[in-house]
């Protein structure tokens, strides 16, 4: 699985995929994460050279009919998708493609979603917003799956282009040890302890349950279904 995400700030992933499952994905090549700055496909009046050699590209502009903050452009998306399109062709001629825009009131982002993705597709671009949002004819335009992780509004798309990534790699045979491990193919309480039995906190106790502790597999499998964790 191929992944291309559309951002300014490239770097806000480097701790997170560097590290525990996805950094060992990476390494094992089960998955790739590639970034794509926009403001390498910035031209016009929106790129200047200034006279040190310093080059500033700019991304946004204000929007029609006015308003609070700054909109992201069209033109160097499209062009930084269409550059990301051209290049996954070149490799595989055979390759579905997805492109994803992350907008609150869209459709809520879940493990359903992220299974139908990693089967159907091998390669998913990602435009992260930022701003106020991006130029709408980008959505029009591209035919986006708009997806939400929730019904709230965030700095910009990095997060949840972070968490795509990590929830679609986990429907990847081999990217955890044990594909069946996978918390959602199994009965998975909400409720999980370890040793020690009896825990002193305070000068108060807290016990496991006993029914945990019982060794009675039908009875421990009803109270995971009692207390079963909501995916």
């Not at 997805?98 to 869209?106: C, E, G, K, M, R």
Request: proline share 4%.
């Amino acid at each position: 699985m191929n992944f291309y995400i559309i951002t300014l700030f490239p770097e806000m992933f480097d701790s997170y995929l560097n590290e525990s499952i996805l950094g060992r994905a990476i390494k094992e090549k089960k998955i790739k994460v590639n970034f794509i700055n926009p403001r390498k496909f910035v031209t016009g009046k929106y790129k200047k050279v200034w006279p040190d050699g310093n080059i500033s590209a700019q991304v946004d502009d204000r929007p029609y009919a006015g308003g609070p903050g700054m909109v992201m452009r069209a033109e160097p998306i499209l062009k930084a998708v269409e550059n990301v399109k051209a290049s996954i062709m070149r490799r595989f001629l055979k390759s579905k493609i997805l492109t994803v825009n992350f907008i609150p009131s869209a459709e809520k982002f879940n493990t359903e979603i992220a299974k139908n993705i990693s089967k159907k597709y091998t390669d998913i671009i990602m435009i992260c917003g930022r701003y106020e949002g991006i130029d709408a004819r980008v959505d029009k335009i591209l035919k986006t799956k708009k997806i939400s992780i929730g019904d709230y509004v965030l700095t910009g798309g990095e997060i949840p282009a972070m968490i795509l990534v990590d929830s679609i790699s986990r429907q990847i045979e081999g990217v955890l040890g044990n594909f069946d491990s996978r918390e959602e193919e199994r009965v998975s309480s909400s409720e999980v302890y370890t040793r020690p039995e009896v825990l002193l906190y305070k000068d108060k106790k807290y016990k496991v349950p006993k029914v945990l502790l019982s060794g009675d597999h039908k009875k421990i499998e009803e109270y995971k279904n009692l207390t079963k964790s909501k995916k």
